[in-house]
């Protein structure tokens, strides 16, 4: 995804990363893939920190503690795409 590419670009120039992990997940854009599960966004501008969870009633907990939902477009509230857990 474009959008999280580009923040790991961001973090990359700006902080002291030492090496790169590779991809850690992939993401189903759009639900319909049989056996995904959402993957949901947060941000806390508190802590200035994204959180990303595939648990719905942690989210639930979350977004209502400080935590910001940050969906992609065309998707439910707070999702950013869909995995398989």
Same mark, same amino acid.
């Not at 990359?12 to 992990?21: G, I, K, L, V, Y």
């Not at 639900?31 to 959180?51: E, K, Q």
């Not at 992609?72 to 398989?84: D, T």
């Given at each position: 995804?474009?959008?999280? @590419?580009? #923040?790991?670009?961001?973090?990359?120039?700006? /902080?002291? =990363?030492?090496?790169? #992990? &590779?991809? /850690?997940? @992939?993401?189903?854009?759009?639900? $319909?893939?049989?056996?995904?599960?959402?993957?949901?966004?947060?941000?806390?501008?508190?802590?200035? @920190?994204?959180?990303?969870?595939?648990? @719905?009633? #942690? =989210?639930?907990?979350?977004?209502?503690? $400080?935590? /910001?939902? #940050? &969906?992609?477009? $065309?998707?439910?509230? !707070?999702?950013? !795409?869909?995995? =398989?857990?």
């Amino acid at each position: 995804m474009l959008i999280i @590419s580009n #923040e790991y670009n961001i973090v990359r120039a700006n /902080t002291a =990363f030492a090496s790169d #992990e &590779g991809i /850690t997940v @992939s993401i189903v854009p759009r639900y $319909g893939v049989p056996g995904a599960v959402p993957l949901y966004r947060l941000y806390n501008p508190g802590v200035r @920190s994204h959180l990303w969870k595939i648990d @719905s009633d #942690e =989210f639930n907990v979350l977004s209502q503690n $400080g935590w /910001t939902p #940050e &969906g992609q477009l $065309g998707n439910a509230l !707070g999702v950013n !795409g869909y995995v =398989f857990p």
